[in-house]
């Protein structure tokens, strides 16, 4: 006779009743309350599960002792009482109530010529009054780890906190915040493997990886002689192939510092799809964030690209513009426009100046289309303080302002990659590090089959957020007038100002055009004039057909380090041979409650433009809508 229920921790609900004048109780049966010292009822199994879930019976079998004790100890914190064990070794188990004078007692026994274990003598009942408090002697931190398994597989995020009293509730046992924590972390390394077993097979990983995901790559860097983790990095080839045929030249670096129990930082570059999705090309992780890890980064980087840079626009580089971000791009980027992310220009000018006029106008200079507009901008600003000459000097306008910054930036001003990796170092820091790059791999292939489905959809020429913006340009060239000079010169003529548009070059004086990658409303009505269809006239990263080229390969899975196979031989790139040991970086998370840093939502939000009256000269309106009279 086999019982399942004891391959697996026992989980039940517990309810209060407030019977009173019961001095003892059988646990056979256990239809009394039990009382504790300050006699208040202890919670007792609610009636959903049925208490001979927990009975047990002479025959029984168990696959071997260790699931033995387990189920005793499962039926004692169930039916509150204390086990104590008698003997217990590799033939037999004996077992019997702690309290003295309770004749409940079990003893099993091993099967002769099988592995299992059978109960062979059972006294079922109790005399005993049970646990009278809700510290189980039972609940161990073996115990709580089997409990909350499921759960943390679910969610590695499932905080002690969270654990001890979720097992108040559903077992009415009290376990410690440090007991919580320990079980968390067992079940974290049963489930995931130990931290350290991490770093070891990042070797073996990286090859499966490459074996897998052909053209991909994949590398793992160890330092010192005791081979401690350095340097790591991964790029899939369906990224690659994604960014170099079809994704804007345009690449946003940014980091995620990992508060686990080695630390570390995450490093990524991104791009932008033609739907303005974000489009992550390569992830690392190293011991430090330091100059010197951001040079090899981008070096891996320009090695990745290769010779196709050749063959690409001038890159677009967004960052903080760190110095030693900055060294590493002019060193392996020469050519590319590097400039700064506007939520970072923008919190640094306001927690310098702390004036909400001041920023509003400094905003307004932000977005101004040309340099005209932006001096103007700033004669307002040097009218309210001259500390703003200064800042300037400290944050050139060439590497952020509009008008000024010469690379293409789409309509992107801020690193939305930032985003991406508070979330992945939130989600996965705890986890080990093949577990974390697994985490990621599993939402690149969720994201590249979700998106290839998308545009197998589409039927439009360009992707919806491109023909939003174009329908909205040509619903504003209505009410232009179009004066054509020759058979690709206009002049459209508004009440506000006069533009000229090329649509051989495709440039508008307005520079949206050249800015944003699409048809400006003035491009428009030259278009139309003309009898151009004005989708046809976007870049052509903004096309469906560039959509599909994107997410056109897949990523494959990697299979379970059970089967994966570690060959003796050197991994590309100069990176640590795979039956070297690579163990954690020296790094360690110092002890003590680690400092947080709250990053609300809306900070990764582009910031609200602040729209300014160009009649009245007042915020919070535009020209069409002021009332001022005429």
């Not at 004078?101 to 059972?122: D, E, M, N, Q, S």
């Not at 101004?368 to 303080?385: D, G, P, R």
């Not at 329908?471 to 002049?491: G, H």
């Not at 003590?592 to 939502?601: C, E, F, I, S």
Request: hydrophobic share 40%; glycine share 4%; proline share 5%.
């Amino acid at each position: 006779m086999s019982c399942s229920v004891y391959n697996t921790p026992v989980e039940t609900s517990f309810n209060v009743r407030q019977d009173e004048g019961l001095e003892s109780c059988d646990t056979s049966a256990l239809s009394a309350d039990i009382f504790m010292e300050d006699h208040s009822l202890v919670p007792v199994p609610d009636d959903s599960l049925s208490l001979t879930d927990y009975a047990l019976a002479i025959g029984q079998e168990f696959p071997d002792v260790e699931t033995c004790r387990r189920a005793l100890k499962d039926v004692a914190i169930a039916m509150h009482f204390d086990l104590r064990i008698v003997k217990s070794d590799r033939s037999r188990f004996i077992a019997k109530c702690s309290k003295e004078g309770c004749p409940w007692r079990v003893h099993v026994a091993k099967c002769p010529g099988v592995p299992t274990f059978t109960i062979r003598t059972l006294h079922g009942e109790h005399t005993c009054e049970g646990v009278r408090h809700l510290h189980h002697q039972q609940a161990s931190v073996g115990w709580v780890a089997r409990s909350v398994e499921a759960r943390v597989r679910d969610n590695p995020r499932y905080k002690p906190k969270e654990i001890l009293q979720d097992i108040r509730d559903q077992h009415g046992v009290a376990v410690s915040y440090m007991q919580a924590w320990r079980g968390k972390e067992r079940s974290m390394a049963a489930l995931h493997g130990t931290l350290e077993e991490g770093y070891r097979l990042l070797p073996a990983y990286c090859e499966q990886i490459r074996k897998n995901n052909p053209g991909s790559i994949a590398s793992v860097f160890a330092s010192g002689q005791e081979n401690c983790f350095q340097r790591l990095f991964v790029s899939y080839r369906a990224s690659i192939y994604g960014f170099i045929h079809a994704c804007r030249p345009l690449l946003e670096l940014d980091k995620a510092h990992l508060k686990g129990k080695y630390l570390g930082t995450l490093l990524c570059a991104a791009s932008v799809d033609a739907d303005d999705a974000l489009f992550p090309l390569a992830i690392a992780i190293v011991d430090v964030e330091s100059d010197e890890n951001w040079m090899w980064f981008m070096s891996e980087l320009r090695k990745l690209l290769g010779v196709n840079t050749d063959n690409m626009p001038r890159l677009t580089i967004l960052s903080e513009r760190q110095k030693g971000i900055v060294e590493a791009v002019e060193t392996h980027f020469p050519s590319a426009f590097h400039g700064f992310c506007l939520r970072y220009v923008s919190e640094n000018f306001r927690d310098t100046f702390k004036n909400t006029k001041l920023v509003n106008i400094f905003w307004n200079a932000v977005y101004a289309l040309t340099a005209v507009e932006f001096e103007s901008k700033i004669a307002e600003m040097m009218e309210i303080s001259q500390d703003v000459i200064p800042w300037f000097q400290h944050f050139p306008p060439q590497l952020w302002a509009v008008a000024y910054f010469e690379g293409v930036r789409f309509g992107h001003f801020t690193l939305g990659v930032t985003e991406l990796l508070y979330n992945w170092a939130l989600e996965c820091h705890e986890l080990p590090i093949v577990q974390m790059m697994e985490h990621i791999r599993h939402q690149l292939a969720s994201w590249f089959n979700d998106r290839r489905d998308m545009g197998m959809r589409l039927t439009s020429i360009l992707v919806p957020s491109a023909e939003k913006r174009i329908l909205e340009a040509i619903a504003d060239a209505r009410c232009y007038q179009v004066l054509r000079a020759n058979e690709v010169e206009f002049e459209i003529v508004s009440t506000e100002r006069t533009n000229i548009v090329d649509i051989r070059t495709r440039v508008c004086s307005c520079r949206r055009w050249h800015i944003y990658g699409l048809p400006c409303a003035h491009a428009a009505a030259a278009l139309i004039s003309c009898g151009h269809n004005v989708p046809l006239f976007a870049e052509p990263c903004f096309t469906v057909a560039s959509y599909r080229e994107t997410y056109s390969q897949m990523i494959h899975p990697i299979p379970d380090k059970s089967l994966w196979n570690e060959p003796s031989e050197g991994t590309e790139g100069g990176s640590a041979k795979v039956d070297i040991t690579i163990r954690p970086p020296k790094t360690r998370r110092p002890p003590g409650r680690p400092k947080k840093k709250v990053l609300r939502v809306e900070n990764f939000k582009r910031p609200k433009r602040v729209v300014q009256c160009g009649r009245c000269h007042m915020l919070g309106h535009s020209q069409k809508k002021c009332t001022l009279p005429i």
